[in-house]
């Protein structure tokens, strides 16, 4: 018993406070100012909601947009590639519609032109020739004839 001590302490300060002021707030005052507050959070959750709302079918229109405008991309695409496709077989039937002949290199034809050419003078000379009787070149046989009286009017025209 002799190993347990024991201490007092006494608190000198008053444990309450008296409250100085005796005026108690109104209750319905309060509760009128609590349910206007109350009220008003009430109004800004609904502003709140409506735009989330709001924003959220402006977001719903915008991707709709895109997905039309994807939509109507894909469609003319594939109405393009139709058209070039038609106008590809249009074409590829006009060229085959087309002669030969034009698709010719331009020296081709040009001596496509001059074998013609060498073709008609042989044939003109066999021809001559034939009726004549002659042999060896035919430039040396010709027998120049005589040019035609001129007339005023034929040398207006000449001319």
């Given at each position: 018993?002799?190993?347990f ?5 006494h ?15 109104d ?13 008003e ?17 402006l ?9 039309h405008?994807?939509?109507d ?5 594939k109405?393009l590639?139709?058209?070039?496709n ?8 006009i060229?085959a ?9 331009a ?6 032109k ?6 008609l003078?042989f044939a ?11 042999k060896?070149?035919l ?21």
């Amino acid at each position: 018993a002799g190993n347990f001590s024991v201490t007092r302490y006494h608190i000198s300060e008053p444990y309450v406070d008296r409250e100085v002021d005796g005026e108690q707030p109104d209750a319905r005052l309060a509760a009128a100012e609590e349910g206007k507050r109350l009220e008003e959070l009430r109004r800004e959750a609904e502003r709140e909601r409506r735009e989330q709302l709001e924003k959220a079918h402006l977001r719903g229109n915008h991707a709709l947009r895109k997905v039309h405008l994807a939509q109507d991309r894909e469609r003319l695409l594939k109405e393009l590639e139709q058209m070039q496709n038609m106008d590809r077989m249009r074409r590829r039937q006009i060229v085959a519609q087309m002669p030969p002949h034009i698709f010719v290199p331009a020296y081709k034809r040009m001596e496509i032109k001059e074998e013609w050419q060498r073709e008609l003078e042989f044939a003109f000379e066999d021809m001559y020739s034939e009726d004549r009787k002659m042999k060896g070149d035919l430039i040396l046989q010709f027998e120049p004839q005589p040019l035609p009286a001129p007339s005023d009017r034929s040398q207006d025209n000449d001319l």
